[in-house]
């Protein structure tokens, strides 16, 4: 079984910066990253094809980027100009045909 582990999060003041990172233990097809607040569902932020096609939610559009190294089995969402509201636990996800795998989650926290 493919595992994910997660680097990256933390506390960051409004309009900071992060990174995040997730490593693959094996290969991996379409990879992603998702995000729960307090209260709220599991949603998508961002996901990236083995092939480098990208999609993103409405919400992180120009501030968040996602990249892969396929040689490293590796998934990084940088992400910019961060908002309170972009605080929750993120996840790592990841295709693996047959099957899905998920990192254990980080936290990230927006807050001056």
């Known amino acids: 079984q493919v595992q994910l582990v997660e680097s990256g999060g933390g506390l960051v003041q409004p309009g900071g910066s992060l990174g995040l990172s997730c490593a693959a233990s094996g290969k991996t097809y379409t990879m992603a990253w998702y995000r729960q607040a307090p209260g709220k569902q599991r949603e998508l932020v961002a996901a990236?094809?083995?092939?480098?096609?990208?999609n993103y939610a409405d919400s992180v559009k120009g501030r968040f980027t996602i990249s892969r190294d396929n040689v490293k089995n590796t998934v990084y969402l940088l992400m910019n100009s961060l908002k309170p509201e972009d605080t929750a636990v993120y996840y790592c996800?990841?295709?693996?045909?047959?099957?899905?795998?998920w990192g254990q989650g980080t936290q990230v926290t927006v807050s001056s």
């Open positions: 990236i094809t083995r092939g480098g096609n990208t």
């Open positions: 996800n990841a295709e693996l045909r047959p099957g899905t795998a």
